[in-house]
């Protein structure tokens, strides 16, 4: 059993080089867009709404634990936004929502 512990340790910084720190980074992305989608949802921006779920759908990969990640974070930054946090102008969200796009196919090109 100590051969294993042992082996796992040693091998747990490769399997992070290899695509484990790029699958962090692409959930990331997933949970940031997820936030933002959030704050379109309550902030009534349908446009940015179905922006940031296409881009989740097209470019991450279809497994549950994306699309989970992705419905957490928008529940939780629907109801934060709902405590009544002021709606951010329709133009900064576009422009956070078209650099998270941009950093979610970068996380996701890495593992190509």
Do not use: W
């Given at each position: 059993?100590?051969?294993?512990a ?74 934060e ?16 929502m ?15």
């Open positions: 059993m100590k051969i294993v042992a082996l796992l340790a040693l091998s747990l910084p490769a399997l992070a080089n290899t695509g484990l720190a790029a699958t962090d980074e692409g959930m990331a992305a997933v949970e940031v867009l997820g936030r933002l989608n959030g704050i379109a949802l309550a902030c009534q921006q349908p446009a940015l709404v179905s922006r940031a779920r296409n881009a989740v759908v097209t470019t991450a990969p279809k497994t549950r634990s994306y699309g989970e990640a992705f419905e957490k974070a928008t529940n939780a930054a629907y109801i936004q709902g405590k009544g946090a002021t709606c951010p102008d329709a133009a900064s969200l576009a422009s956070n078209a650099a998270a796009e941009k950093h979610l196919q970068e996380s996701f090109a890495k593992l190509k």
